[in-house]
């Protein structure tokens, strides 16, 4: 079983920035996919950003040039740092890890509790 943690949503002013973080803890024998979601009140959860690895990324067109993902794999952690902040941005991030738990297992998939990004215009 993987724990997954997210911290860093909050409160900011359109054009500010933010820096979100999703920790895991558990066992995990490796890591096929990490990605960020957000979900607006009434509406579909959409990919916002997603990572294979450091070359190979993925975002939204929505977010393309404003966000980033990262990854720090020797702390199991995924970041999605968040520049030039839009009010469209609201909504409630979760982030997303597809992984096995041992040598010839299948894909299991994990989410996190979700934190808000709220920004003001």
Known sequence: ???LVE????LVQAGGSLRLS???????FSIKSM????QILGKQREL?????SPTRTN?????RGRFTISRDNAKNTVFLQ??????EDTALYYCNWIVTERAGGGLLE?????TQVTVSS
């Open 1 to 3: 079983q993987v724990q």
């Open 7 to 10: 911290s860093g949503g909050g």
């Open 22 to 28: 999703c920790a895991a803890s558990g066992i995990i």
């Open 35 to 38: 990605g960020w979601y957000r």
């Open 48 to 52: 916002v950003a997603g990572i294979i």
């Open 59 to 63: 975002y939204a067109d929505s977010v």
């Open 82 to 87: 968040m520049n030039s902040l839009k009010p």
């Open 110 to 114: 994990y989410w996190g509790q979700g």
